[in-house]
């Protein structure tokens, strides 16, 4: 198979653009080169999406092409330069206007209002992808979209299950670990390997079709417990409420003074309960968290500078402090 990932230098695409050469696959992979560089293997073509594609590129027959852009112009753009006989294009949960029902998917919950124009503001990147999607529909032949929730795993810039890698490392025998929500609220991860794996699989058997990609949702407290088992540690969760977060000045999910995978309940139920059958169906297999959590904190260990978000010790400490 001859693979055009776009992108292929940066976590997904780059793992997409590994599995394909292990694969046995011709893969050449359009990046700037800024973020990193190709796999061994690869051809790389450099390139600025937000110019015209080089010559190179332009009217390239290839048997797939994988696009992970949040911007309609690259999409559009791609389309019409590059011939490919099936698209794979990776979306996103955030691309559904309901993040409140639970156990739903494509075509059970409303869609943002696609964005045909690009945006500055972090605020329109589900409507982006949204109006990605609906070139990707109208413009190729021969697609699947695949929509996936929180990607989790080596190399992520995020930060989020991270932070929790990152917190178990520092934790003694019988540390108190703050926790939060409630410890049987559902939340669903993907590794990013697993979604490679399962990307290249689409392209190899020319799916059609829109999935979402995560697994299956589990209680936030087996999910924590299997973070710590592949680090290694034994920590005392002391579980908090949204309402007593909240009152301490915590935030959910990332960012400064945040906890990452906190979502507040049950504004945000869906969120973390999509439907994951349909994937799984389709040859989605997923690992367990605690190798997920073990293989980052291996690449934590020689990559001191990577992302981090949420809480610092001494914020954490003063919130365990104020929660007696």
């Keep these: ?37 190709p796999p061994d293997g690869a051809r790389h073509i450099v390139a600025d999406r937000d110019v015209p594609l080089p010559v190179a590129l332009a009217g390239m027959d290839v048997d797939v092409a994988v696009d992970v852009s949040s911007r309609p112009s690259r999409v559009r753009s791609a389309l019409a330069q590059l011939r490919a006989a099936h698209w794979v294009y990776v979306s996103s949960i955030s691309v559904y206007a309901d993040e409140r029902t639970r156990g739903g998917g494509p075509g059970s919950l409303p869609l943002q209002e696609a964005l045909d124009d690009d945006s500055e503001d972090p605020a329109d990147y589900g409507r982006m992808k949204a109006g990605c999607e609906r070139l990707i529909a109208e413009g190729a032949a021969s697609h699947a979209i695949v929509r996936p929730g929180l990607i989790v795993g080596p190399g992520d810039r995020s930060g989020r299950l991270t932070y929790w890698v990152d917190r178990m490392r520092r934790v003694r025998d019988g540390d108190v670990v703050l926790a939060p929500g409630d410890a ?21 058997r020319r799916t059609r079709g829109v999935f979402d990609a995560i697994g299956d949702p589990r209680p936030i407290t087996d999910l924590l417990d299997d973070v710590a088992a592949g680090c290694g540690a034994r920590p005392r969760w002391r579980w908090a409420t949204d309402e007593q977060l909240e009152g301490v000045g915590v935030t959910p999910w990332m960012g400064p003074r945040s906890l990452p995978l906190w979502v507040p309940r049950p504004d945000y ?47 954490e400490r003063e919130v365990l402090d104020r929660l007696g």
């Design 1 to 37: 198979m001859r693979l055009l990932v776009l992108g292929g230098t940066v976590f997904l695409s780059r793992c997409v653009a590994d599995e394909a050469l292990s694969r046995g696959h011709e893969v050449t992979v359009v990046s700037r080169g800024a973020s990193g560089s």
């Design 184 to 204: 049987a609220d559902p939340v669903q991860v993907i590794d990013v390997r697993d979604l490679a794996e399962w990307i290249v699989l689409l392209a190899e």
């Design 269 to 315: 139920d869906g969120m973390m309960t999509h439907l994951a059958a349909p994937a799984r169906e389709a040859g989605l297999l997923t690992r367990p968290i605690a190798d997920s959590a073990r293989d980052t904190l291996a690449w934590l260990e020689v990559t001191p500078d990577a992302a981090r978000t949420g809480l610092t010790p001494d914020e």
